[in-house]
């Protein structure tokens, strides 16, 4: 084993390192190890769906192994009969093709193996990664609430690179080294027991001190990379932030904060370095001391004729090939571990069961759709906060074709009411209708299609203009999409992109406006094309210009449909049919505004501070 080898285990590997401690950067959920092997299971599975691959990659990797245990043998052979004085040319030429031979079937064979078992790592993974996500979409709003996006965005990269490597690499390592070891001792003994039992001696002697560095130097690259992921949010931080630093004169303090963390990673990658460079003189050391003193012993028994040179160099390489088979195998243990913890985390995300499903028989809503809604006796509290009702004996019934407006405090329960139209949650009292059919009878992506949400904030996908138009409509034709973009008053400003539908609008619409953003949002709810509109006004304040062009998209969406809206502005409340006043997830009055504004109660109140006020007074 050559000192280059002797390092090869703990030497980052970029699927060892970069994966779990490096990528998954700034958040590391520091995959914790499952001393239980058993999730791992989940891993067997997804790659036995392969059986063509693990048996290509199962015959190469033990073609390979077997070839590599061999090749000693034919170093001996071409050192005892192709170097001797006087052989016979043909027993030459013999020799060296067999040893030659043995060299490419190693080649073609290690190229199968590598080939076939990356396959299947990746192969693994992609099926693991497509399966999450897949159970991801169907769990309702109130997963998210508990599993951080950006948690379950760690899973899906730094633990599933940890899988990874135990398909592409780590099993295939382990198989390869404990075929070549146990192979490796038993060529060993035949050849020279004496010299055998020295080196199963010399191994531990060697190994030990090797895999204790290769430990404490991973130790120290994690901290390293853990010291360059501060380095990087602290970037992130500060500069995402630059204008408050200066507004506030913070230069100097940030500078100092900066400093210290890029210290502290030196000091880091110092420790690294220390370990390393001492590491690399004391494999080299044992390495090639031991080689030395092996080969020293043996050239006492070729001399006394007891052995020849060939067997020495054939020990000699086993020798070696042994020794890696055992300094690989340490490390096989811990990645197994790791994995199994990263594949208990990925299972979880796998089996989870959405609190929301659709019935075995689902009853099919009346077609065509009339558009009426009705929440009856409704009390919702949520999971996450139980001891607050969002919803206390909601009655509200929603005619088809009606708008009613939603007005009231922050925390009335007014998006609730949203959230409980489309089933996101259900309630755990009353019922609550489409066209008289129960929510939970019926499929929510039924539900879900008679519907159309406005948010307040329009979410755009990075992605062209075109597709974020039809995003709940992928059938719509071009002529549609300017149609409904004109009903939006988006017309303009989308010619005037520079490559029309087809320009890219940059992470959540980050190329557009406010106002834009928003009109494209009512232009997919109006290419939507559902009986029922949910509508949240924005609360923040657009330029008149821009107000008046949203207000118009608006009032063109909501012909014909039956809407309810989160009202924030007067012109809204002022069309609605009816007004529900709410506070404490109940309704406290209803009616129309002129009616509302003249009772006094909490709507004048709320209306006076909430919608523009010069304009209310004028009203009033
Ligand atoms: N996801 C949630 N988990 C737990 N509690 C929630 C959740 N969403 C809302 N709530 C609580 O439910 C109540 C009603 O909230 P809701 O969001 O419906 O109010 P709102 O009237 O829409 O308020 P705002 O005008 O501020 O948006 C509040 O007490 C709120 O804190």
């Not at 001891?387 to 005619?399: H, P």
């Not at 066209?435 to 992506?445: E, H, I, R, S």
């Not at 300017?482 to 087809?502: S, V």
């Amino acid at each position: 084993m050559s000192a280059s080898q002797a390092e090869a285990p703990v030497s980052p590997a970029p699927m060892a390192s970069g994966a779990p401690d490096g990528a998954s950067g700034e958040e590391a959920v520091s995959p914790k190890p499952s001393k239980d092997l058993g999730p791992l299971r989940m891993v067997w599975r997804a790659a036995v769906a392969y059986p063509g691959r693990l048996a290509m990659a199962g015959a190469a990797l033990i073609v390979t192994s077997a070839t590599t245990a061999s090749v000693p043998w034919g170093f001996r052979q071409v050192v005892d009969k192709g170097f001797s004085r006087g052989s016979d040319p043909a027993t030459i030429d013999r020799w060296f093709e067999t040893l030659l031979a043995m060299v490419v079937v190693l080649a073609i064979g290690t190229a199968v193996r590598f080939f076939n078992v990356s396959w299947l790592g990746e192969r693994v993974v992609a099926d693991v990664r497509l399966a999450v996500q897949r159970n991801l979409l169907r769990q309702p709003p109130s997963f998210f609430e508990e599993n951080s996006p950006k948690e379950i965005s760690s899973r899906m990269t730094a633990d599933t690179a940890l899988i990874e490597q135990v398909v592409g690499t780590t099993v295939s390592v382990a198989l390869r080294n404990a075929i070549t070891a146990i192979v490796g001792i038993a060529i060993l003994f035949f050849l020279a027991p004496k010299l055998t039992g020295m080196l199963v001696i010399a191994i531990p002697v060697v190994v030990g001190p090797i895999v204790w560095f290769g430990r404490r130097l991973r130790r120290e690259s994690r901290s390293s990379q853990d010291r360059i992921a501060d380095i990087g949010a602290m970037v992130t931080e500060v500069l995402g932030a630059a204008r408050i630093v200066q507004a506030f004169n913070q230069e100097v303090r940030e500078s100092d904060r900066f400093a210290a963390a890029v210290e502290r990673s030196f000091g880091t990658a110092l420790r690294r370095i220390k370990i390393r460079s001492t590491m690399t003189s004391v494999v080299t050391l044992l390495v090639l001391g031991s080689l030395v003193l092996l080969m020293w012993r043996g050239a006492a028994g070729v001399a006394s004729g007891e052995i020849s040179g060939g067997i020495i160099a054939q020990f000699v390489l086993t020798g070696a090939l042994v020794a890696g088979a055992f300094g690989s195998l340490t490390e096989v243990y811990g990645d197994l571990v790791r994995a199994a913890g990263a594949a208990s985390r990925l299972s979880e995300l796998l089996n989870e069961r959405p609190a929301i499903a659709p019935p075995a028989k689902p009853i099919a809503l009346p077609s065509p759709a009339r558009g009426q809604i009705s929440f009856e006796n409704v009390t919702f509290r949520y999971p996450t906060r139980p001891e607050v009702a969002a919803l206390a004996n909601f009655d509200l019934k929603v005619e088809p074709g009606e708008t009613v407006a939603i007005v009231g405090p922050s925390g009335a329960g007014k998006s609730t009411i949203f959230q409980l139209a489309e089933r996101f949650y259900d309630p755990q009292g009353g019922a609550i209708k489409l066209d008289g059919v129960p929510l939970t009878g019926a499929d929510p992506a039924e539900i879900r299609q008679r519907m159309a949400l406005v948010p307040q904030e329009g979410v755009l996908f990075a992605a062209s203009a075109r597709d974020n138009l039809r995003y709940g409509n992928w059938g719509a034709s071009d002529e549609a999409i300017w149609e409904a973009a004109r009903a939006a008053n988006a017309e303009t400003f989308l010619r005037d992109l520079p490559e029309g539908l087809d320009t890219f609008l940059g992470e959540n619409g980050a190329r557009l406006s406010g106002g834009q953003r928003q009109r494209i949002a009512i232009a997919r709810a109006v290419l939507r094309d559902a009986p029922i509109l949910l509508l949240d006004e924005a609360t923040s304040a657009l330029d008149a210009e821009s107000e008046r062009l949203v207000q118009d998209a608006l009032d063109h969406l909501m012909q014909g449909r039956t809407t309810l809206v989160i009202a924030h502005r007067l012109a809204t409340v002022r069309q609605a049919d009816r007004i529900v006043v709410m506070e404490g997830g109940r309704i406290v009055e209803l009616g129309r505004h002129e009616e509302l504004t003249q009772a006094g109660g909490l709507y004048a109140r709320l209306a006076s501070l909430q919608f523009d006020e010069r304009a209310f007074a004028g009203e009033a």
